[in-house]
């Protein structure tokens, strides 16, 4: 059934509003309460299709917004307090991790995108779960709150790099990033110098004042399409570029609540559920239900969980115990944001097929719910109370 461009979008804007006091209702995280209408509406049940191209659209450019707001939250203050040696045992555990799941991979007769796909991680979850517990402060959750970082920023640039390889094999072409890199570079250099010797500015520009902080949002949003075109300019995915740009945000302007508040209320407020609402159409549950497509979503889940959590236990060698070790793998398997934006890479490049999709995007409701949930039972009582309001994330729900 198709329905009207006008009815649709006030279908949407209607499940936008109201969808995150369902999910407040339900205790579940807002983008699953989103994809799980839009599984409602699409394939899979009402069969509805949206006439127009402005679905889409928004959903493509939510999914932008999406990646922004991952650059966002990597404290880059949090990594300049590292030593080279913290770094080089975090880059150890991803190595493990991405090693762990090439072998996956092999074992599910499946390509290095799946590797790639098994070794994403969501920060948004990751650190909205140590903040809850108390837990975001202290070395153990520095630590883990690094390794996330690291698995969002390096498997993003090796899906990037994996794109190229699949395009063009190894040749010259795998210089196109270098612009790219280039521009980030210059845009960290200039920023942080110019915040460094104009801190008033720097202040105004994140005050609480409506005039001034719409200023921010202008700034911020040119700097996200900035990064975006010149990642179309270089023939390369347009997500790095987004991700690029929040990192630059992140690591020049030290305090950003304020202004990262405010472009949460704009992404997670309104474009970014029309992502995961599109996504949810675009899943189809007959994909998954077969005896063979459900024993595979079991096995994804399964490696999924055992590639975060086998490379975490290298935490003993930093006088952890084994406890904590394995909390870190628990909360490191949480997957939502970036292992569905690395499936809806997958399928628009022909490296994986629908069916491939749909349980991978299974996969990511089912980690996001039982990775938090399964760490924070894993704390002790007096942790668990260290929890509280002030431990929310930010925005509607980080992802």
Request: charged share 15%; net charge positive.
């Amino acid at each position: 059934m198709v329905l009207d461009q006008a009815f649709s979008l006030l279908l949407v804007a209607l499940a936008v509003a109201l969808l995150p006091g369902l999910s407040r209702l339900l205790r579940l995280p807002p983008p699953v309460v989103e994809i799980l209408f839009g599984v409602v509406l699409g394939k899979s049940l009402l069969q509805l299709e949206f006439s127009g191209e402005w679905l889409s659209f928004l959903a493509h450019l939510g999914f932008l917004f999406l990646m922004f707001h991952s650059g966002m939250e990597i404290d880059f203050g949090m990594l300049r307090k590292q030593s080279w040696k913290q770094i080089l045992f975090q880059a150890l555990i991803f190595a493990a991790t991405l090693g762990l799941a090439l072998l996956a991979a092999l074992y599910l007769d499946r390509g290095v995108f799946i590797a790639l796909v098994l070794a994403t991680t969501s920060l948004g979850l990751v650190m909205p779960s140590l903040r809850q517990t108390g837990l975001s402060r202290t070395p153990f959750g520095q630590n883990v709150l690094i390794a996330a970082s690291l698995a969002d920023f390096l498997t993003l640039l090796g899906i990037t790099f994996f794109v190229l390889w699949s395009e063009h094999g190894l040749s010259w072409r795998f210089v196109y990033p270098l612009p790219l890199f280039l521009g980030f570079g210059v845009l960290l250099w200039a920023g942080r110098l110019w915040a460094w010797w104009h801190p008033e500015k720097a202040e105004r520009l994140l005050a609480s004042g409506s005039d001034t902080l719409e200023i921010g949002v202008r700034l911020s949003l040119a700097l996200l399409f900035l990064l975006v075109a010149l990642s179309e300019l270089v023939h390369i995915e347009p997500v790095l570029g987004a991700f690029m740009g929040g990192c630059v945000l992140s690591y020049v302007l030290r305090e950003k609540e304020a202004l990262e508040n405010k472009i949460s209320a704009l992404g997670f407020g309104f474009l970014i559920p029309i992502f995961f609402i599109h996504i949810g159409m675009q899943f189809d549950l007959r994909n998954v239900l077969s005896p063979d497509r459900l024993l595979f979503t079991l096995e994804l889940l399964l490696l999924a969980f055992a590639v975060k959590v086998l490379p975490s236990l290298l935490f003993v060698l930093r006088r952890y115990s084994l406890r904590r070790a394995l909390q870190s793998g628990i909360i490191l398997s949480s997957r939502l944001s970036l292992i569905v934006a690395a499936a809806t890479i997958g399928v628009q490049r022909g490296f994986i097929g629908v069916e491939i999709k749909d349980s991978v995007i299974l996969l990511a409701l089912f980690t996001c719910l039982l990775g938090p949930t399964l760490f924070k039972a894993s704390l002790g009582p007096e942790e668990q109370k260290l929890g509280g309001p002030a431990g929310r994330p930010r925005g509607q729900g980080s992802a």
